[in-house]
Each structure stands twice: as structure tokens, then as C-alpha cells.
């Protein structure tokens, strides 16, 4: 099977998206249940590795970290900062 570059990376975008979703969504299941967490730090690098659309349709969905402005400006942070690696990666790519 022969995958070309662009295929790679946006299979690896749905990928760490997928992960990311469901990282919050586990992070809110220990939060309620009262267990060890998944850290923050954890949540921010699956974000930055462009992880932020399925963590921001978690933080609506599950309504997790969205009361915490701190957590909000370094998600955003992230999530500016991985836009701008995909589409240095995608110009590279074509």
C-alpha cells in the first residue's frame, strides 16, 4: 500500500484529533469519578500536535476545563501555534 505525503499527514491529523478527544473525555470521567487525572500538560500537547479540534469539541461536549481561563489561553496558544505547523507542513508537502 503506497501512501503519498499529503495522505500521511491528514491521517495523522484525524489521528492525534481522534486521541485528543478522547483524552478530555477520559480527563472528565476521572475528574467526576475522582481518580488520578490525565495532567493538563498532556491535554496542551496533544493540542499542539494538532490535537485542538477534537479537545475543543471535548472542552464543548464534555463541558470539561471550559470555567478555566488559564487552561482556555494556553489551549488557544496551542492551538494557533499547531495551525501554523500544519500549514507550514502542508506548503511543504504539495
Excluded: C, Q
Excluded at 490535537?51 to 471550559?66: E, T
Aim: net charge positive; no cysteine; proline share 3%.
Amino acid at each position: 500500500m503506497d501512501f503519498d505525503p499529503s495522505s500521511l499527514a491528514a491521517l495523522a491529523f484525524l489521528l492525534v484529533n481522534v486521541v485528543s478527544f478522547g483524552a478530555f473525555g477520559l480527563d472528565k470521567l476521572r475528574a467526576r469519578a475522582g481518580a488520578s487525572r490525565v495532567p493538563e500538560r498532556t491535554l496542551h500537547a496533544l493540542s499542539l500536535l494538532g490535537g485542538f479540534a477534537g479537545g475543543a469539541i471535548g472542552i464543548a461536549l464534555f463541558r470539561h476545563k471550559s470555567r478555566k481561563p488559564s487552561f482556555l489561553v494556553v489551549f488557544a496558544l496551542a492551538a494557533i501555534l499547531s495551525v501554523a505547523a500544519w500549514l507550514a507542513i502542508a506548503r511543504v508537502v504539495r
